[in-house]
């Protein structure tokens, strides 16, 4: 689950992780009350920032340096309502873009100057091959930094943590001396970076990213953008964390197909996948790939695939324009296969119409029976009992 900048920032702060200071606008007018408060009414600079859930905004121009009211109420009413296109939205530059529904409007945290001031790149994630958390870190932080990453990597620096002993002071020392800071700067980067990793784990967050973080002309060490996101699977126990999802910045055939209690990743190709269990759609997605294809989405049915769950999945899948088949692969364990394919046949006949070809690969308890069923349905299904079987015809489907 991902964060706006805004809650990502408020998260932080409870933790006491310095943070640039701003207030949320969903209008103009609020914009404007927003630049009042925040410089006292005595007037100066602020930054209109758009909240949605990607990266790059300010290559997108959904970051605006204001240094007046008038200023900042202008660039609220561009980037209000705009649809921001980034490297990170759909279709990246090219892309439809998201629509900006809300702006931040935050203080200017370069002071005294710009040219005092020092970037850097600091980010906290789970690393699976060594099965340690991770702060990875970069005196090069801003908006280039996946240039800097891929042209000169060795500016990109790494700290794994044990998970048994935790982050430990001589690690945050080393951290804060790598980045080349000396005095109260120094002094400030390891209490940051204490405060950070508290809020990481205690979060349940899968992914913090901070950049930039900021060293301030008066050496106070601020993070000035975030990137937060959370395991979607702890959100049982981060209730309040949950309740600042914004649906409007996610998939809709994914929020509904989750309503449905389905597991559902929409994808780009042209094949669409229903399998019950995450293995066997995984391979299942490879199959696909094997057979020329690409897999259109994930979609996990669960072990109870009932006519109702499959009729779901159907309607899931269908609302994609680029599929061009549909591949169900079902292992018979828990459920009968018999049982899924009296659902298939029920699901088809409550949608009808469906114009794309149905393969459908039902192995385990009960199969032959299931692919009896299936055929003497009299509906445009076609089934298999091997997965080679259900490749070639995948195969077939596809090509036009």
């Not at 943070?19 to 606008?25: D, F, M, S, V």
């Not at 309040?240 to 559902?264: H, M, Q, S, T, Y």
């Not at 109870?304 to 899948?317: G, L, S």
């Not at 296969?337 to 070809?357: F, K, L, S």
Request: with cysteine.
């Amino acid at each position: 689950m991902n964060l706006h900048e805004y809650q990502g920032k408020e998260l932080l702060k409870k933790f006491g992780v310095a943070i640039q200071e701003g207030i949320l606008a969903t209008n103009v007018e609020e914009a404007e009350e927003a630049y009042k408060t925040l410089t006292g009414g005595a007037g100066g600079n602020v930054v209109v920032k758009a909240q949605i859930h990607a990266g790059g905004r300010g290559k997108g121009g959904g970051i605006k340096l204001s240094k007046s009211l008038e200023e900042a109420s202008e660039n609220a009413s561009a980037i209000l309502g705009m649809m921001l296109k980034t490297p990170q939205t759909p279709g990246g530059m090219e892309g439809p873009g998201k629509l900006v529904r809300k702006v931040l409007i935050a203080q200017d945290s370069y002071v005294p100057t710009f040219e005092s001031c020092k970037e850097y790149y600091i980010s906290i994630l789970t690393d699976r091959e060594s099965k340690r958390n991770v702060i990875i870190y970069s005196t090069e932080g801003g908006m280039n930094i996946e240039e800097v990453a891929e042209k000169t990597p060795h500016l990109v620096q790494k700290e794994f943590i044990d998970p048994t002993l935790g982050l430990q002071a001589f690690q945050l020392r080393k951290i804060a001396f790598n980045l080349n800071l000396t005095g109260d700067a120094f002094k400030g980067m390891t209490r940051f970076l204490f405060s950070l990793y508290t809020a990481f784990v205690k979060s349940d967050a899968s992914l913090f990213e901070i950049n930039p973080c900021l060293k301030t002309g008066d050496n106070r060490i601020l993070a000035v953008d975030c990137k937060v996101t959370i395991d979607d699977n702890s959100l049982f126990r981060q209730k309040e964390i949950e309740a600042w999802r914004d649906l409007d910045e996610e998939d809709p055939i994914e929020v509904e197909a989750k309503n449905f209690g389905l597991n559902f990743v929409n994808l780009d190709g042209n094949v669409g996948c229903m399998v019950n269990g995450a293995g066997l759609a995984m391979a299942t997605m490879d199959i696909i790939k094997l057979s020329g294809g690409e897999p259109a989405n994930f979609l996990d049915v669960g072990g109870t695939a009932d006519a109702e769950r499959v009729e779901k999945a159907f309607r899931i899948i269908l609302k994609d324009p680029k599929v061009k088949a549909i591949l169900i692969n079902i292992f018979g364990g828990i459920v009968r296969c018999d049982r899924v394919a009296n659902g298939i046949v029920q699901a088809y006949q409550n949608i009808g119409d469906i114009e794309i070809p149905i393969i459908v690969r039902l192995q385990g308890t009960n199969a032959e029976l299931a692919k009896e069923i299936i055929d003497k349905s009299g509906l445009e299904v076609q089934s298999a009992i091997l997965l080679k079987e259900a490749a070639e015809l995948v195969q077939k489907a596809i090509i036009v």
